[in-house]
């Protein structure tokens, strides 16, 4: 319902904006709030724009990075590190160790693929975790986001098939859907993403027919679920079969707080795109992250990167060396993996306590996020609006895929907030669910929506 104490309406594209600040759209018969504060943007500039740019949408997760950062207000929404967690005095340690051996390079342009230290830290990070490459093989990037914005410059063409996973990472999206592919999802389940589903969809694209196949392993942004050994096989084996490269994006690969190791897909096939990211192992502020690859796919990539900024921060990459020599980060990550698992387990108990029965969410075994599925006839987006008065933040489901699915699910980030906020932030939601599934559930029962909306899909547990 539109407020009544509104001073002024506007009703643009079907939407009202009301001041003060919201946005009411009719849905299915009534005005329904589809955000919590409204801007109105008049762009003289609209219509110069590139074709390009009217396919990437904004996700709630920045939209909503204003609301989630009011202290008044419990944040579930985005996925970020705790870097509170991250002492001072050691950053402090790696600045000064930077300047006073690093100097000068450290404040002039560097290579384009990255300083030579930092690319031999890698390797050995890389070698770790079963990845055996040289320098040579790694460029270092602005973050693993710079390396999807690369791949997809080199990669795609207007029209060209990628496969991912179904929901999938935003970032990943909005980089994708700059150069105007067509985005094939595939379905996952608590093992990851299904083989079958995937074989079916490569059957249908043909050999090389898709540009490459995108898949977060471990702890996926943002259902949570891990790609099991054996699928990972299976996917690698496929991926030969259809001559398909593999970017393999491993942000969360280790925060793991259950269960063991599990080799990543670049460890089973040198050809793999690999991209991995200091932001949760350190911290994002520093926009450091790397690409392993063939080397002729990073030969392509290092000239888009030339043409987007010529080359990365060379102080922050000093500043990254000098931080990860020793053992300090090794402690500091160690206690991030402790206070990490400590908010999962604080997340699903409250879960299991406050949700619906007729709710089911996964069980991630590390990373950041839980992904909560609702009956069908669900659309969260709406409800996101009402969390935020509350005092509570999520994601919409729907934001993870490219259009048109995913609106009876949505995401929770476990990684920012101290337990008991975590609880009392999912007791607020399961409030919001409690209102809504009510009038839902009654809808339902005298059948005013099909039958088929009844049915929940996604990830399940
Ligand atoms: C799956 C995934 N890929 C890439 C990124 C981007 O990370 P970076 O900070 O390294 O750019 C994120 C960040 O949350 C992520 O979740």
Same mark, same amino acid.
Not at 44 to 54: E, N, Q
Not at 278 to 286: E, N, Q, R, Y
């Given at each position: 319902m539109v407020p009544r104490e509104t001073t002024l309406a506007l009703l643009i594209w079907g939407v009202v904006f009301v001041f003060p600040g919201n946005a009411y759209r009719r849905r299915r018969g009534r005005w329904v709030s589809v955000m919590g504060t409204a801007r109105v943007i008049f762009d003289?500039?609209?219509?110069?724009?590139?074709? #390009?740019? /009217?396919e990437v949408r904004s996700s709630a997760v920045r939209d909503l990075f204003a609301a989630a950062s009011r202290p008044d207000v419990i944040s579930l929404s985005g996925g970020m590190p705790d870097v509170r967690r991250v002492p001072h005095d050691a950053v402090q340690r790696a600045v000064r160790e930077a300047m006073q051996h690093d100097g000068a390079s450290a404040l002039q342009y560097g290579s384009s693929t990255g300083r030579v230290q930092l690319r031999s830290t890698i390797v050995g990070l890389m070698a770790e975790t079963g990845v055996r490459l040289s320098e040579d093989d790694i460029i270092v990037t602005a973050g693993a986001q710079q390396g999807l914005d690369l791949l997809a410059k080199v990669f795609l063409d207007p029209g060209d098939v990628v496969i991912c996973e179904g929901p999938t990472y935003v970032g990943a999206l909005q980089a994708f859907s700059a150069y105007r592919p067509r985005i094939e999802c595939i379905e996952m389940d608590e093992h990851g993403m299904r083989m079958d589903l995937m074989e079916e969809t490569l059957r249908r694209v043909g050999p090389r027919g898709a540009k490459f196949i995108y898949t977060i392993p471990n702890f996926q942004n943002p259902a949570g679920v891990t790609l099991t050994g054996e699928r990972r096989r299976r996917l690698l084996e496929l991926a030969h079969e259809y001559d398909i490269p593999v970017v393999e994006d491993d942000p969360y690969g280790r925060l793991r707080y259950e269960g063991g190791h599990i080799l990543p897909l670049k460890a089973l096939d040198a050809d793999v795109i690999y991209l991995g990211t %200091? /932001?949760?192992? %350190?911290?994002?502020?520093?926009r450091l992250g790397w690409m392993a690859a063939p080397r002729p796919i990073l030969a392509k990539t290092l000239l888009a990167k030339q043409a987007a900024d010529l080359c990365g921060s060379s102080f922050a990459q000093s500043v990254a060396e000098h931080y990860m020599t020793g053992t300090t980060w090794r402690r500091v990550l160690a206690d991030l993996t402790r206070t990490y698992h400590e908010r999962r387990d604080a997340m699903l108990d409250a879960l299991t306590e406050?949700?619906? #029965?007729d709710v089911t969410w996964t069980h991630p075994e590390g990373g950041f996020f839980v992904w909560v599925t609702l009956p069908g006839y669900v659309d969260t987006r709406p409800l996101l609006a009402e969390a935020v008065e509350r005092g509570v933040t999520f994601v919409p489901g729907s934001d993870f895929f490219p259009a048109g699915r995913g609106a009876n699910s949505l995401r929770l980030a476990f990684?920012? =907030? =101290?337990p008991a906020k975590i609880a009392e932030g999912v007791r607020r939601i399961a409030e919001v669910l409690d209102d809504t599934l009510g009038l839902y559930r009654a809808f339902a029962a005298a059948g005013a929506f099909p039958q088929s909306a009844c049915v929940g899909r996604g990830v399940d547990r």
């Open positions: 003289k500039w609209d219509g110069r724009y590139s074709t #390009a740019m /009217s %200091f /932001s949760k192992i %350190f911290a994002p502020g520093l406050y949700f619906p #029965a990684c920012y =907030e =101290e």
